[in-house]
């Protein structure tokens, strides 16, 4: 599949190759095609919302062994409808298995595709390729978990919504190469774009998540580097190289590339899947470390960047009971604020509905000049805020103070109703477990005869 366009194309005429709809979906343009399918921008009536409808060729147009190929890599994504809920994947939201022309219905992702950054005169950052690396690594962790392989990780399969020249969000899309490790059907082998494919994919060799991880690795350098890991004139001395031949030193092909990033990507690209990382989460880990231990160049675009805010989140008591995907979702919904020493988060007798989280930094809670409490990270104040039943409940009782500079996550009400149900009930959860964790020192405060458990 072609590169997204950002430009709305004018609609056509009504064609074989440019209909005006697919199925009861009204097309809108032309989105790009390959080899065995088309992709159009359409809107979807029903649910008021624009969509991307990826369809199969037209058997009348391919011979039997064709249609058999289409037909199977239509099944393999037709399987995983609503199954890959992660906001760094395209939903699949709907396939029809129309016997002329098969049409999978998907997440509209406006932008352009990672093979724009791959070229040397528009390369990205080195910080925003980390944290694309880092994103994807999450969600392919995210796809392993549920016994799948993708085989055809790329940068033409790698969506990219940017604004200014940076790179906010990414999405894996295409997963017709899927290999399924749950499944008893008959699967293709040695599938996937050669220049991003690791010598045991080559070989048909059985595979594991680290082929991907692999395939992720030569993204990753093509991105620092402007060219792939490894190039030849011909697929076959392609291959050869694949399986014999170690990629450039990265320092060699682009200025200020850290020994650190160069290392994790050379072990990443390794010709043994043993000597690569043993999961995703070690793989994700280790590009995040690179931005904390600021090896790194930070860019001036990015203050926190959204990899440090999952890792701080990750690492906070609140939030023990959460799933990579709601941690995603609270990185992108929260309201991130910083407070300095003395600033004053509520006063007595102030209305309000926002309550916070402590990312970092000291809180202390004051009642008549009289300080009752200290807070410190991994809790919340002012969740009565949000728990409270009626708008006269709302108002604060103590002063709450700032008294060593901190980091807040900050919802309201509104905000919270934006979250998916099974967020807001671990958000539920971990309220509940902050409220008997105070009522039970409450209790030992007054002496109680009987402890709360």
């Known amino acids: 599949m072609t590169d997204f366009i950002t430009q709305i194309a004018p609609l056509e005429a009504d064609t074989p190759d440019m209909p005006a709809r697919i199925g009861g979906y009204a097309v809108r343009a032309r989105l790009g095609e390959g080899a065995t399918s088309e992709v159009f921008l359409a809107f979807d009536d029903f649910h008021e919302r624009l969509v991307a409808v990826k369809r199969a060729r037209r058997a009348a147009v391919m011979d039997a062994a064709e249609v058999r190929f289409r037909d199977?890599?239509?099944?393999?994504?037709?399987?995983?409808?609503?199954?890959?809920?992660?906001?760094?994947?395209?939903?699949?939201?709907?396939?029809?298995?129309?016997?002329?022309?098969?049409?999978?219905?998907?997440?509209?992702?406006?932008?352009?595709?990672?093979?724009?950054?791959?070229r040397p005169e528009s390369l990205l950052s080195l910080e925003q390729i980390v944290?694309?690396?880092?994103?994807?690594?999450?969600?392919?962790g995210f796809v392993a978990r549920h016994g799948l392989i993708h085989r055809d990780v790329k940068p033409a399969n790698l969506l990219a919504v940017v604004e200014d020249g940076q790179v906010l969000e990414v999405k894996i899309t295409d997963f017709g190469s899927a290999l399924n490790l749950n499944s008893d059907r008959t699967q293709v082998v040695r599938v996937g774009s050669l220049p991003?494919?690791?010598?045991?994919?080559?070989?048909?060799?059985?595979?594991?998540?680290?082929?991907?991880?692999?395939?992720?690795?030569?993204?990753?350098?093509?991105?620092?580097?402007?060219?792939?890991?490894?190039?030849?004139?011909?697929?076959?001395?392609?291959?050869?190289?694949?399986?014999?031949?170690?990629?450039?030193?990265?320092?060699?092909?682009?200025?200020?590339?850290?020994?650190?990033l160069d290392a994790l990507l050379r072990r990443a690209l390794s010709k043994s899947r043993l000597d690569r990382f043993a999961?995703?989460?070690?793989?994700?880990?280790?590009?995040?470390?690179?931005?904390?231990?600021?090896?790194?160049?930070?860019?001036?675009?990015?203050?926190?960047?959204?990899?440090?805010?999952?890792?701080?989140?990750r690492a906070l008591e609140f939030?023990?009971?959460?799933?990579?995907?709601?941690?995603?979702?609270?990185?992108?919904?929260?309201?991130?604020?910083?407070?300095?020493?003395?600033?004053?988060?509520?006063?007595?007798?102030?209305?309000?509905?926002?309550?916070?989280?402590?990312?970092?930094?000291?809180?202390?809670v004051f009642r008549d000049g009289n300080?009752?409490?200290?807070?410190?990270?991994?809790?919340?104040?002012?969740?009565?805020m949000y728990l409270a039943p009626n708008p006269e409940l709302r108002v604060h009782s103590a002063d709450v103070i700032v008294t060593d500079p901190a980091t807040t996550i900050a919802f309201t009400p509104e905000s919270m109703q934006l979250l998916n149900?099974?967020?807001?009930?671990?958000f539920d959860g971990a309220f509940i477990r902050v409220l008997v964790r105070r009522l039970h020192a409450a209790h030992q405060a007054l002496q109680h005869p009987r402890r709360v458990l």
């Open 421 to 426: 149900p099974a967020t807001r009930h671990l």
């Open 196 to 260: 991003y494919m690791s010598p045991e994919q080559l070989d048909g060799s059985m595979l594991d998540s680290r082929a991907d991880q692999y395939s992720l690795a030569a993204v990753l350098y093509n991105l620092v580097a402007g060219r792939p890991p490894l190039e030849a004139p011909n697929q076959g001395a392609l291959m050869n190289r694949i399986y014999h031949d170690a990629p450039p030193p990265l320092s060699t092909l682009r200025s200020g590339v850290p020994p650190a």
């Open 319 to 364: 939030f023990k009971d959460f799933g990579d995907v709601e941690l995603w979702e609270v990185v992108h919904r929260a309201q991130w604020q910083r407070h300095e020493l003395g600033a004053a988060l509520y006063r007595k007798g102030q209305a309000g509905s926002t309550f916070h989280i402590i990312a970092s930094g000291r809180i202390e």
């Open 131 to 140: 944290e694309v690396g880092f994103k994807c690594a999450m969600a392919l």
């Open 72 to 118: 199977h890599f239509f099944a393999a994504e037709a399987a995983l409808v609503g199954q890959l809920t992660h906001p760094n994947i395209v939903q699949i939201l709907d396939a029809v298995d129309d016997p002329m022309a098969p049409y999978l219905v998907m997440e509209y992702v406006p932008g352009t595709t990672l093979k724009t950054f791959c």
């Open 279 to 313: 999961d995703w989460d070690c793989f994700a880990q280790e590009l995040a470390a690179l931005v904390a231990r600021r090896e790194v160049p930070r860019g001036a675009a990015h203050d926190v960047l959204d990899s440090e805010r999952f890792n701080l989140l």
């Open 371 to 384: 300080r009752v409490a200290l807070l410190g990270a991994g809790t919340s104040v002012g969740e009565m």
